[in-house]
């Protein structure tokens, strides 16, 4: 256990459903972050929270929101996806934000598409 | 590209043997850092080293950095089944502030 969760684990949607991924970190970190992750494709970070604020945004579409209550929470908001989202969305914390803190990853949430 | 990149893609090797795998790098970096994966699970920190560093250990893992090659070695000792996974390295660019991850080093170990 790395002290982060994902909730749900495995999640099959239509193009035209509404669905929110939820990650909850048990660390105290003050940043969190979601990735997705595409067979034979390199990690791909998506948002970037510093507490609570969003420092980052990797070019995401729009049908992808996030959302950060708090500093231990944070959600993917889904809508009117496309087959080409079905992927492992992985997220993750650290202490600070910043290249020179170690990541602590949750398990991921296998998503398809159809 | 600012990612690293791993060699080799796969690496299949009998228990008890060793494993290296290789990571690179075009830009200059303050740190870099290597990470598991087990099949459909999150990923799990290794071990970090620093730009000034030149050699790590934790256990049966050793890493090695090469500034001047820009490249990374991450060394599996005496190899058990439980060792199955991907293996990617990260790094910290100087300037950025986020870690970007390579596409990763799937290593078998057959009992």
């Known amino acids: 256990e790395t002290g982060v969760t994902q909730t749900p684990r495995h999640l099959v949607m239509g193009m035209t459903n509404k669905k929110s991924l939820k990650c909850e970190q048990h660390?105290?970190?003050?940043?969190m972050y979601w990735y997705k992750q595409s067979a034979k494709k390199p990690l791909e970070l998506m948002f970037v929270?510093?507490?609570?604020?969003?420092?980052e945004n990797n070019s995401v579409p729009s049908r992808f929101s996030p959302e950060c209550p708090n500093s231990s929470h944070l959600f993917l908001h889904l809508h009117t996806l496309q087959p080409e989202d079905s992927a492992l969305y992985l997220c993750?914390?650290?202490?600070?934000?910043?290249?020179?803190?170690?990541?602590?990853f949750g398990p991921g949430t296998r998503l398809t598409v159809l | 590209s600012q990612q690293g990149e791993e060699d080799p893609q796969a690496l299949s090797i009998q228990e008890g043997e060793n494993a290296t795998m290789n990571c690179s790098y075009k830009t200059s970096i303050n740190n870099l850092q290597w990470y598991r994966q087990n099949s459909g699970r999150g990923l799990v920190h290794l071990i970090l080293?620093?730009?000034?560093?030149r050699e790590k250990h934790s256990g049966r893992l050793r890493v090695t950095l090469d500034t001047s090659k820009k490249s990374s070695s991450l060394l599996i000792t005496a190899s058990r089944a439980a060792d199955t996974a991907s293996y990617f390295c990260?790094?910290?660019?100087?300037?950025?502030?986020?870690?970007?991850f390579g596409q990763g080093t799937r290593l078998t170990i057959n009992p």
């Open positions: 990260a790094t910290g660019f100087q300037g950025a502030q986020k870690l970007v």
């Open positions: 080293i620093r730009s000034n560093e």
């Open positions: 660390l105290g970190h003050n940043a």
């Open positions: 993750a914390s650290s202490l600070r934000q910043g290249a020179y803190n170690e990541q602590f």
């Open positions: 929270y510093s507490l609570e604020e969003r420092v």
